[in-house]
C-alpha cells in the first residue's frame, strides 16, 4: 500500500459501521488504529402520514453583521441533517496602497498555522472551505522554507527576496522570512506546564478527546526531570486531575490522560482560571510556563463573554503564563474565539485534525511550540514611492497595527519560538505601471510630493523589526534594506517559488478578486518546480490538496 492519507471503514454485522477519515499511512511503518463497535440498537418508529414543513435554511446561516462571524452552513447526509454550528471570524483581504498616502505597512507577527490544517480536513472530508475562514498568512506559515539560522546578536535572521509576480508579470512579490535561533532541547530552560483539557460533552467524537490524549501521550514522551506537568479538565465544573509532576513520573501522567472521559456542558472560563492559578502554584523563575488548552472552543456556560475571557488571558500573560492553543474537531468547532484567545495570551495556535499533524506540532517543531525566543514582535515596511506604485500586505488582516503602535511597547503583538519561521509576502505594483491605486483626494493646503533622495535611492523599501526578550520590557530595533533589483521567476529561489504556490493555493480558495491569471494548474507548477526539499513530506501532501480543491471545483 502506497504512503499517503486514507480513509478506512470498519463494518461488521449486527454492528454500527465506523469510519476513520485522513489516516495517514507511511511505507514501512505500521499503524494502529483502534476501534470500538457498538450493537446495532433497534429504533421504534411510528408512521406519519402529515406532510412534512419545508424549511429553507440558506437565508438563516450567513456572515453576521458588525460581528464578522461566519457560520459553516448546515451538512446533509443522505435524508437526515447535520447541524454544523463551526464559526469563524470573517475576513476582509488586504487592498492596494500608495506608498504616497501611506508609506508605512505595520503588523504582528502570526505563527498560527490552524488555517491550513483546518482546510485540509475539509478537503479529506469532501468539502470546500468558505472562503470568509480562508488566514493566507496560516497556509504560508505551515512551512518552514529552510532559512538561514541566525547568526550575530538578535534571536533570529531576515531573508528578504524580490521578484516577479507569478499571476501578474507585471507586479511583483517581496518575500520576508524570519528564523528564530535553534535549541537544544536537552539543555532548554525546565517547562511548567499545565494541559487544560475541555471534557465537556462536545468533545466526545473520535476526532476530539481521544486524539487529544493520543497527542498529549506523544509530548508526555518527550519530557525531562525537570520539566513539570500538570493537568485541569473542565466539563459543567472544573478539577485538577493531576498537580504539577515531575516530567520522568511519565507513566503517571499518560493514566491520568488516558482515563479522561467526556460528558456535561462546557465551563470554559473557570477551567481556563483553574488553568492558571495551577500553573502560577508551580511556576518556575526563568523556565517556560504554560497552559495547553485542547478543546473545540465551544464555552457556553459561566463567564463566556470573549471580553471576559480575553481580560483572563491578557492578566495571566503579564505575569508570565503564556498559552498555547490546540483545537480539535468538527460541527461545533469555534475558531473565532480560540484563535483570540491564543493571540492575547502571547502563545500559539494549532489546529490537530490527525495524529500526524499532533507529531507536527508536538513532536517535530516542539521547540518552537513552547519555548519563546522573542516575544512582542512587529514587523513594519516603508516603501520608496520612486519605485513602488502600490503595496499589498497578502494576510495578516487580524493582525495589522497603527504606525504609531510599532514603537508603542505597551502594544502587544506575537511570539516566535525556538527554530520557528515566520513569512510576510506583499504584492507590489512598481512605479512604472500606469495601473490605478486607491490614493487621497488633492489635497487643498499641501502637495505630496517624492523627495530627491527617495528618487536617487537603490531602495525600493525598508523592512523595520521590533522585539522584546521573553522577559523584557524594552523593545530592540532591527532593520533591512531593500534593493530595487527584482528577479524574473525562474531566477528566484525555491522557497520564494514554493511560497507563492501557497499564497496561490489561499488566492483559489478564497476565489479573491486579487488572483489576476492565477489559475491551478500554475499553483501546481509552481509547487512541483520546488520540490527537492521535503523531508516530512508537508510538500507531497500539498500537492495531493491541491488536487482535491481541484475535483471540488474551487475556484472556477
Known sequence: MQQGYY??????????????????????????????????RAIETTPVTAPRESVDISE????????????????????????????????????FHSPLTEPLSTFSIDVDTATYSNVRRMLNNGQLPDASMIRIEELVNYFSYDYPEPRGEHPFSIYTEYGECPWNTQHQLVHIGLKGRSIDLAEAAPSNLVFL??????????????????????????????????????????????????????????????????GGSTAGAAGIQLAYDTAASSMIRGGNNRVILCTD??????????????????NNRNRGIFLTVLGYGMGNYKDNKIELLANRGNGNYAYIDTIMEAKKVLVNEIGSTLYTIAKDVKIQAEFNPAHVRGYRLIGYENRLLRPEEFRDDTVDAGELGAGHTVTAIYEIIPSSSREPVA?????????????????????????????????????????????????RLRETSERYRFSAAVVGYGLMLQNSRFKGNLHWEMVKELAANSMSSDPHGYKAEFMELIQKAIRLGSGD
Open 7 to 40: 480513509r478506512l471503514v470498519f463494518t461488521h454485522p449486527g454492528f454500527e459501521t465506523v469510519t476513520r477519515d485522513s489516516v495517514m499511512l507511511l511505507e514501512g511503518a505500521p499503524e494502529v488504529v483502534d476501534v470500538r463497535l457498538s450493537p446495532v
Open 197 to 262: 483539557i475541555d471534557v465537556s460533552g462536545s468533545m466526545m467524537p473520535e476526532n476530539k478527546l481521544p486524539l487529544v490524549q493520543r497527542s498529549l501521550t506523544m509530548l508526555v514522551d518527550n519530557l525531562r526531570a525537570q520539566d513539570r506537568i500538570g493537568i485541569v479538565v473542565y466539563a459543567s465544573g472544573t478539577r485538577v486531575v493531576l498537580p504539577s509532576t515531575p516530567g520522568d513520573q511519565k507513566l503517571r501522567i499518560k493514566e491520568a490522560i488516558n482515563t479522561l472521559t467526556a
Open 60 to 95: 438563516s446561516l450567513s456572515l453576521q453583521g458588525g460581528a464578522g462571524v461566519y457560520k459553516m452552513p448546515m451538512a446533509s447526509l443522505g435524508d437526515f441533517a447535520v447541524h454544523n454550528t463551526e464559526e469563524y471570524s470573517a475576513i476582509n483581504p488586504n487592498i
Open 439 to 487: 490614493e487621497l483626494d488633492s489635497l487643498r493646503y499641501q502637495s505630496i510630493q517624492i523627495s530627491p533622495e527617495a528618487r536617487q535611492s537603490a531602495e525600493m523599501m525598508t523592512v523595520k523589526l521590533r522585539y522584546k526578550e521573553p522577559d523584557g520590557e524594552t523593545s530592540i530595533p532591527l532593520d533591512q534594506q531593500v534593493l530595487n533589483r527584482p528577479v
Open 297 to 314: 472552543g465551544d464555552f457556553n456556560v459561566g463567564l463566556s463573554s470573549m471580553t471576559a475571557l480575553e481580560e483572563l488571558v491578557v
